[in-house]
């Protein structure tokens, strides 16, 4: 591999790997860097736990190669036992030893450490995920939730450095979910491991990470800032990972595309190309449609519905407003009644635009 001994963290290059004829994974690559939380973000079958049980020595390498800190585990010849990768794996199904104590499941993989050291690092893992007064229950004495902070405490005991995730919120109930990510967070950021997490929820990774790797189908689409992603889509299914989108076709013609909620610029398109529109919900701006001189296409009201601080509202927009289903987000509760007829603004930097060829 060519990273040496001067690159940090976890590198990951050029992973193809196969089961029978099947391909799997394709020229996947991924660098983490020491402290970093990534996250491989995609749907199911896609790859991503494959992806993690080659890392993690669970399965052997095919082809391509593994680094940590610049000295090579698996691949061109190499492939180191688990034990001896430096790396901890949290399962989504926690995988604690009934029998033992929280104390000793935490201290379970430190018996290289004197006693008293075992019994210091224990107290301070604890510490860090607020389980330090239950260190004496048994497993089946804790929540869902503090359970997974168990697990947690016991990844992080050997000081890895780098911290595999495995869906590790998916067994919680939502409240819990988001309690327990919000710790597993703050846990992990005061850490130098490298961090690499699966996940198919686009709402964990995007507050999870630093970096967000979206796959599909094996292949690594776009590897980004949540932020990035979300504003700077490189493919409709990127865009559409991170919200739903109302979807329109058309054709570029002097540097535009028309559509029934106006003309948007398309400046980087060929004349003449087919093209589908995706615009996001909350692109869609309602207000009067008698008064409002900006809005650009008028809506009828089909059906509003209330989501908490924001609203969903249901349109009818074009062909005299018995056309193109379209849903629009909207903050507040004053929301348009059915059958309102509406004005509709639509903000640009919440439009994608890309050639209808690939549906990834």
């Known amino acids: 591999m060519p990273d040496g001994p001067d690159h940090l963290g976890l590198r990951i290059e050029g992973i193809s790997h196969r089961y029978g004829v099947k391909p799997v994974l394709e020229d996947v690559s991924l ?6 939380i990534l996250c491989l973000l995609g749907p199911s079958g896609c790859g991503k736990t494959t992806t993690l049980r080659l890392i993690a020595g669970l399965e052997e390498i095919q082809s391509g190669g593994i680094s940590i800190n610049g000295q090579p585990i698996a691949g061109n010849g190499i492939n180191l036992p688990p034990e001896r990768r430096g790396i901890s794996l949290l399962f989504q199904d926690f995988a604690l030893f009934p029998h033992l104590t929280v104390r000793d499941n935490v201290g379970f993989g430190l018996s290289h450490l004197s006693r008293s050291e075992r019994s210091e690092r224990i107290d301070e893992v604890l510490q860090q995920v607020g389980l330090a007064h239950y260190a004496d229950r048994y497993p089946h004495e804790l929540s869902g939730g503090e359970q997974q902070r168990v697990a947690l405490a016991r990844a992080r005991a050997p000081r890895p450095g ?6 590790p919120f998916s067994n919680l109930d939502v409240r819990l979910r988001r309690q327990v990510r919000d710790i597993v ?42 932020e990035r992603l979300y504003t700077s889509p490189a493919t409709p299914f990127v865009a559409g990972l991170f919200s739903e989108m109302n979807q329109l076709q058309g054709q570029v013609k002097d540097g535009h595309v028309m559509t029934v909620v106006g003309r948007l610029c398309t400046p980087e398109l060929s004349e003449g190309t087919a093209v589908d529109v995706l615009i996001r919900p909350d692109a869609l701006r309602l207000g009067n449609a008698k008064t409002d001189g900006h809005a650009t296409a008028s809506g009828r009201v089909m059906a509003s519905r209330m989501l908490g601080k924001f609203g969903l509202v249901h349109l009818s927009v074009g062909e005299e407003n018995a056309g193109f289903h379209l849903h629009a987000r909207i903050p507040g509760r004053n929301l348009p009644a059915e059958d309102d007829i509406v004005g509709v603004t639509v903000d ?4 994608f635009v890309f050639p209808a060829v690939d549906p990834t």
Do not use: C, N, W
Not at 31 to 36: I, K, M, Y
């Open 31 to 36: 660098d983490v860097a020491p402290g970093e």
């Open 348 to 351: 640009p930097d919440q439009v």
């Open 162 to 167: 780098v911290m595999l995730l495995d869906e």
């Open 185 to 226: 967070l703050h846990v992990l950021k005061h850490s130098t491991a490298s961090t690499l997490m699966v996940t198919h929820d686009p709402e964990e990774a995007m507050f999870m990470a630093d970096k967000i790797a979206v796959m599909y189908e094996g292949r690594i689409l776009q590897i980004d800032t949540p």
